[in-house]
């Protein structure tokens, strides 16, 4: 190859892909250069980021690697130009062993992965298929006109702006993905909407709820185990990070993880291969991990209750989902949408709400958000036959009342306990807690057992004896 102005090029067919490179050591480069032009792509390479930004105003490439550190800048002073100046291309950061902290800043400010010297040649070639096949940027997508079938979350508030066009960055980045946010908020559909933006689209995105996993199962469960490792193991199962290679793992409730658990899940992101029970040989896996968790788990840190250094390898990047109550004009139109979704699985003509019903869900304050907000539109639903869904029908109280309600909460439970009979008041309290958890774990009876610290068979046994249905409610 032949130097041209401080950059070189490899011959190929016009339609492969053009990658530059930003390094100042000639070992460096000759080794990516190598690799690349094998790899069939157009290498082009500079020593430095004033040149590197030269070529990248002159020409379209698809992919570029720098080095972070650079005789007139740093990688991340490129991340950030590109970030800024050519939005849908990814740049990968080269950086030194031991100087992850630079990568991790790097994958913030918009870098799509890094390497760390020595450079892996197989991690060199995963990484370029993955930038290479990365989809095409889109504007931000317009809920209402969505032709390819992708998740989309509803709204055209400032928050859900915002939030969709992170979602859209995020999503070109291989960077751990830490959501934070209230139950009900749409952690899972965000996690989803990012995964199938990303370069690992056309790989499995696999959704582990960690509250839900009996303790004794969790070894097995994310690890898999062989057959005969021991009774009742009758064939191979692979485990969520094995179903998960080369794609997505999601681990929603991630803070209810024991902290047993919480070391052998920091090995394996760590070292990248997993152990089947029962095995004598580790796999080598590529997952991305994407967590989230209505917990504060930064307070979870600082009461023991979670690892410090599993914390920092979850939450890279930090995406919080606003509640609700946070967006109040796009409560007509998620309504709409849910009444819209429900009516057609129940096979009954659309219903509408009335002003007067779009008001009162509007002053609202939804503490179980998107959930509770169909949870709420299904009740109704089920006890109305009109088409027109008026006030009267959604049994709420506005917002402007709460304060009045908070006020007398306190006398009305003390109330209660004599208006009722004892077993009558002590059952409604039963009720409702059970009802209450079951919420918080998306009506995962294992989950809600143990967050109110009582068995599944004791669970199953009150909810008969109090009459309660488990039952899910419908995604959007």
Known sequence: MSSNNHFQMTTGQKSAPHVLIVDDEPDIIELLELTLARMGMNVFSTKNTHEAISILQSRTFQLCLTDMRLPDG?????????????????????????????????????????????????????????????????????????????RTLLGESQPMHALRMTIEKLSRSQAAVYISGESGSGKELAARMIHERSARHDQAFVPVNCGAIPENLMESEFFGYKKGAFTGADKDHDGFFLAANGGTLFLDEVADLPLTMQVKLLRVIQEKKVRRLGDVQE????????????????????????????????????????????????????????????????????????????????????PGNVREL?????????????????????????????????????????????????????????????????????????????????????????????GLQLKKPNKF
């Open 283 to 366: 796999k080598s896996i590529e997952v991305r991990i994407i967590s989230a968790t209505h917990k504060k788990l930064s307070e979870c840190v600082e009461n023991g209750q979670f690892r410090q250094d599993l914390y920092y390898r979850l939450n890279v990047i930090e995406l919080d989902m606003p509640a609700l109550r946070e967006m109040r004009e796009d409560i007509p139109l998620i309504a709409e949408k849910i009444l819209v979704k429900i009516c057609r699985e129940t096979a009954r003509p659309i219903c509408h709400l009335d002003k007067e019903a779009l008001a009162v869900l509007t002053n609202y304050d939804f």
């Open 74 to 150: 740093t990688g991340l002073d490129l991340v950030q130009y590109i970030s800024q100046h050519h939005a849908g291309l990814p740049v990968a950061i080269i950086t030194a062993y031991g100087t992850t902290e630079n990568a991790v800043a790097a994958l913030k400010a918009g870098a799509f992965d890094y390497l760390t010297k020595p450079v892996s040649l197989k991690q060199l070639r995963d990484l370029v298929k993955s930038a290479l096949s990365l989809p095409p940027i889109h504007a931000e997508e317009k809920p209402t006109k969505n032709t390819d079938n992708r």
């Open 374 to 466: 169909e949870n709420i539109l299904e009740r109704t639903l089920a006890l109305c036959s009109e088409e027109k869904i008026g006030k009267n029908e959604l049994q709420l109280k506005p917002r402007e009342t709460q304060n009045e309600l908070d006020e007398t909460d306190e006398t009305s439970s003390s109330m209660a306990s004599q208006e009722l009979p004892l077993q009558d008041y002590l059952d409604r309290l039963e009720r409702e807690s059970i009802i209450n958890a079951l919420e918080q774990t998306r009506y995962n009876r294992t989950a809600a057992a143990k967050l109110l610290g009582i068995t599944v068979r004791s669970m199953r046994y009150r909810m008969d004896r109090l």
